[in-house]
C-alpha cells in the first residue's frame, strides 16, 4: 500500500482592496442675484398729492368732450377721482390691524365674505373710515384751484364765493370776513362733533 503525501492546506486568499479614486468637491455655483423686491403699495403717492395742474389741460379736455365744464356733476367726478385714491391708502393700513382671529372666527361661525366685511371689519375700523372721510371733506371744501378752472361761473364753490368779494370796486372787507366765517362754520363744527364723540368714548360714556 502506496501512502500518497498529505498536501499542506492553503489559507483562502483575501479579496484584492479597490481604491475608489477620490471625489472631487462638488462645484459651487455663484449665488444668484435676488431680483430686486417692488415697493409696498404704501410707498406709491396717491394722486391728490401730484400738482392739479399736472392734469389740468387732458382733464379739461376730457370734460369738454363730454360736456361736463361748469357743471356741477364734472366737478364732482373729478373730486371723486383725486381723492378715492388717498381714502385707499389711508384705510388699506386700517384694514391690515384688524386681527385675522376674529375674521377666522366669522367665517367658521358662518359669516359670508360681505358679512365679514361688513359686521366685522367696517366696525373695527370705524374710526379710521370717519377719519378719513373728514380729512377727504376739508380738503374738497378748500379747493380752489379745479373749482376756478372747471366751474367757475355756473357751479362755484364756497372759495370761488369768497373770491367774489375781490373785485376791481374794491376789497369788501367786512363782507368777505362774514362770508369766510359762514363758510369755516360746517367744517368747525363737524370737527368739534368728532372729537366729542372720542372724547365721550375714551371716559366710556358712549361705545366707540
Known amino acids: 500500500m502506496v501512502l500518497e503525501p498529505h498536501a499542506p ?12 479614486p477620490p471625489v472631487p468637491p462638488p ?10 423686491a417692488l415697493p409696498p403699495v404704501d410707498a406709491f403717492p396717491p394722486p391728490a398729492l401730484l400738482p392739479p395742474v399736472a392734469v389740468l389741460i387732458p382733464l379739461y379736455t376730457w370734460f369738454q368732450a363730454l360736456n361736463l365744464n361748469k357743471t356741477p356733476v364734472g ?8 381723492h378715492t385714491p388717498i381714502v385707499v391708502w389711508m384705510l388699506h393700513s386700517f384694514f391690515e390691524d384688524v386681527p385675522g382671529e ?4 366669522a367665517r367658521i361661525d358662518g359669516c359670508t365674505p360681505l358679512q365679514q366685511m361688513l359686521r366685522i ?7 379710521g373710515i370717519i377719519s378719513s372721510g373728514l380729512l377727504v ?23 370761488i364765493f369768497l373770491v367774489g368779494f375781490i373785485s376791481s370796486e374794491g376789497l369788501f372787507l367786512a363782507r368777505l370776513c362774514a362770508a369766510a366765517t359762514l363758510v369755516s362754520l360746517p367744517v368747525l363744527i363737524a370737527g368739534s362733533l368728532y372729537l366729542a364723540g ?10 366707540d
Do not use: D, Q
Open 198 to 207: 372720542k372724547v365721550l368714548a375714551a371716559n366710556g360714556e358712549i361705545p
Open 9 to 20: 492546506a492553503t489559507e483562502p486568499l483575501a479579496p484584492p482592496v479597490v481604491v475608489a
Open 137 to 159: 371733506a376739508v380738503f374738497i371744501w378748500n379747493e380752489f384751484f379745479l373749482a376756478v378752472n372747471l366751474t367757475a361761473t355756473n357751479a362755484g364753490t364756497s372759495p
Open 102 to 105: 376674529i375674521i377666522e372666527a
Open 121 to 127: 371689519a367696517v366696525p373695527l375700523v370705524r374710526t
Open 27 to 36: 462645484l459651487e455655483l455663484p449665488p444668484e442675484e435676488a431680483a430686486p
Open 75 to 82: 366737478l364732482l367726478l373729478a373730486y371723486v377721482g383725486f
